[in-house]
């Protein structure tokens, strides 16, 4: 069982940065692959980016490619979600996602509550 908790949305201007933690409670967590997913309003949730349990194996979405960056430390059992040059098109509740697999699943088996990240213009 894993249970993620995010942190980290907010408001921000145009250009600007966050960054998003999850974390993550549960035994295994560190074989697990952790992602991000997003769903703005009226729109269905897509995938954003996703590290592999080893950390060597990333994937982004390309929309976002060269500006987000994910990251895991297993010590601290958080991922994180660097987000550089924010356009307001970024704009979403960002969700937290963990599975077993990798590459990681369209469908995660666990998520977390979801965080805002509001980007204005």
């Known amino acids: 069982q894993v249970q993620l908790v995010e942190s980290g949305g907010g408001l921000v201007q145009a250009g600007g940065s966050l960054r998003l933690s999850c974390a993550a409670s549960?035994?295994?967590?560190?074989?697990?692959?952790m992602g991000w997913f997003r769903q703005a309003p009226g729109k269905e949730r897509e995938f954003v980016a996703a590290?592999?349990?080893?950390?060597?194996?990333?994937h982004y979405t390309d929309s976002v490619k060269g500006r987000f960056t994910i990251s895991r430390d297993i010590a601290k059992n958080t991922v994180y979600l660097q987000m550089n040059s924010l356009k307001p098109e970024d704009t979403a509740v960002y969700y937290c996602?963990?599975?077993?697999?990798?590459?990681?699943?369209?469908?995660?088996?666990?998520w977390g509550q979801g965080t805002q990240v509001t980007v204005s213009s």
């Open positions: 590290v592999s349990w080893t950390s060597i194996n990333t």
């Open positions: 549960g035994r295994f967590f560190s074989r697990y692959a």
């Open positions: 996602a963990a599975d077993p697999t990798w590459p990681l699943v369209a469908a995660p088996e666990y």
